[in-house]
C-alpha cells in the first residue's frame, strides 16, 4: 500500500520466541508502523554453519507464530536468494518490491552497537531508518557507534530504550537440548512444532 511505514525484523529466528515478538509488538506502537515483516536468514554471516535448524522449520514457525497477528508477515527474500544473507541486499530488494513504502530496520541494542561493522555499512544506513531497541532505559552512546557524527545521532535518537524482552534464542535452544520444558518463552503453535520435529535435541 501507498506510503506504508514497515518494520524490517531481519534474523535467524532460529527459533522466533516471545521476545521476537515482544520487540515487533513494541516496534508497532513506538515507530508507528502498519505492519512488521519479519525477514528469516537463510545463513546469517554471523552464525555461518551454526544455524541450529533448517531454513524451510525456521520459516514454518516463524508464520506459525505470526498466524492470528493480522499487523505482522514473513518475507522470503533471504530464503529465496539462498547463500549468506545480507542485510543491505534484502533492502534493496524489498525497496524495489515496496517503492512507496518507508523502511524501518528493527535490531536489539547488541546489533545496533555492531551495525558499523556490517556489510557495506555505510550505505546501508542511508537505506532506511534502523530502529535499536534496548532494556532499562538505557541509550546507547552516539561516539561509540562508529558511523559520522549525524548518522550517530540519528540512531541513537530513534534507540526505543523500554523493551520489555522475556526470552533469547540461545536460552530456549538451551532448555530444549537439556530436554527442559522452553514453552512458556515460545508461541504454543511453535512449541508444538519443535516437539513434532524433534528440533533443538
Known amino acids: 500500500m501507498a506510503g506504508e511505514r514497515i518494520g524490517v525484523f531481519g534474523g535467524s529466528f532460529d527459533p522466533v520466541h516471545?521476545?521476537?515478538?515482544?520487540?515487533?509488538?513494541?516496534?508497532?506502537?513506538?515507530?508507528?508502523?502498519?505492519?512488521?515483516?519479519?525477514?528469516?536468514?537463510?545463513?546469517?554471516?554471523?552464525?555461518?554453519?551454526?544455524?541450529?535448524?533448517?531454513?524451510?522449520?525456521?520459516?514454518?514457525?516463524?508464520?506459525?507464530?505470526?498466524?492470528?497477528?493480522?499487523?505482522?508477515?514473513?518475507?522470503?527474500?533471504?530464503?529465496?536468494?539462498?547463500?549468506?544473507?545480507?542485510?543491505?541486499?534484502?533492502?534493496?530488494?524489498?525497496?524495489?518490491?515496496?517503492?512507496?513504502?518507508?523502511?524501518?530496520?528493527?535490531?536489539?541494542?547488541?546489533?545496533?552497537?555492531?551495525?558499523?561493522?556490517?556489510?557495506?555499512?555505510?550505505?546501508?544506513?542511508?537505506?532506511?531508518?534502523?530502529?535499536?531497541?534496548?532494556?532499562?532505559?538505557a541509550r546507547p552512546d552516539p561516539d561509540a557507534l562508529g558511523f559520522d557524527p549525524a548518522t550517530n545521532a540519528r540512531l541513537a535518537a530513534d534507540f526505543v530504550a523500554d523493551l520489555d524482552v522475556p526470552a533469547s534464542s540461545t536460552e530456549v535452544r538451551d532448555l530444549l537440548s537439556a530436554g527442559r520444558d522452553a514453552s512458556a518463552l515460545l508461541p504454543q503453535a511453535v512449541a508444538e512444532y519443535i516437539r513434532r520435529r524433534g528440533l533443538y535435541r
Open 18 to 137: 516471545a521476545g521476537h515478538l515482544a520487540l515487533a509488538r513494541r516496534a508497532l506502537d513506538a515507530v508507528r508502523l502498519d505492519r512488521v515483516l519479519f525477514v528469516p536468514a537463510a545463513d546469517s554471516p554471523f552464525k555461518i554453519g551454526r544455524m541450529h535448524a533448517p531454513a524451510a522449520d525456521r520459516e514454518a514457525m516463524l508464520r506459525l507464530a505470526v498466524a492470528d497477528e493480522p499487523r505482522f508477515g514473513v518475507s522470503r527474500a533471504e530464503i529465496d536468494r539462498g547463500g549468506v544473507s545480507y542485510t543491505y541486499d534484502t533492502l534493496l530488494r524489498l525497496r524495489e518490491e515496496l517503492p512507496s513504502a518507508e523502511l524501518f530496520f528493527l535490531l536489539g541494542a547488541d546489533a545496533l552497537a555492531g551495525l558499523h561493522g556490517w556489510r557495506r555499512a555505510d550505505e546501508l544506513v542511508r537505506l532506511c531508518r534502523f530502529v535499536g531497541f534496548g532494556r532499562g532505559g
